[in-house]
């Protein structure tokens, strides 16, 4: 399969496999803006060709203008894994109000929290 934008084969596509994928590594991300940068074609339809999405071609375009390079790592997953996790604290009281109070639904307990 070659690519109406650059000429290319797929595999030849700056090292890399251009697919979807659930996360590039930032040289592959810098390959993908040089592609797009270098395009005769829109970047709409440049990007419809190597399957990249728009939101994430744009969120990588701003991070390389701000941070260069360093700005395409990828953030460690580690941080966002407990967004939502109750304080110890919260939770704590929580169990406490339900056992000296059985009788409240779930949103009761909420709204006593």
């Known amino acids: 399969c070659t690519c109406a934008t ?4 797929k595999s030849d596509w700056a090292g890399c496999d251009l697919g979807r994928r659930l996360m590039y590594t930032a040289s592959e991300k810098l390959a993908i803006i040089r592609l797009v940068e270098d ?3 829109s970047i709409r339809r ?3 060709e190597i399957k990249v999405s728009r939101s994430s071609f744009y969120r990588w375009y701003q991070a390389y203008e701000r941070d260069g390079l360093e700005g395409l790592e990828n953030a460690s997953r580690a941080s966002r894994q407990d967004w939502n996790k109750i304080p110890d604290s919260v939770r704590e009281q929580v169990v406490d109000i339900a ?3 059985p009788e409240l639904t779930p949103r009761e307990l909420a709204w006593r929290v």
Do not use: A, C, R
Request: charged letters at 25%; hydrophobic letters at 30%.
């Open 99 to 101: 056992l000296n109070q």
């Open 6 to 9: 650059t000429g290319l084969k």
């Open 39 to 41: 395009s005769d074609l």
């Open 46 to 48: 440049t990007l419809d």
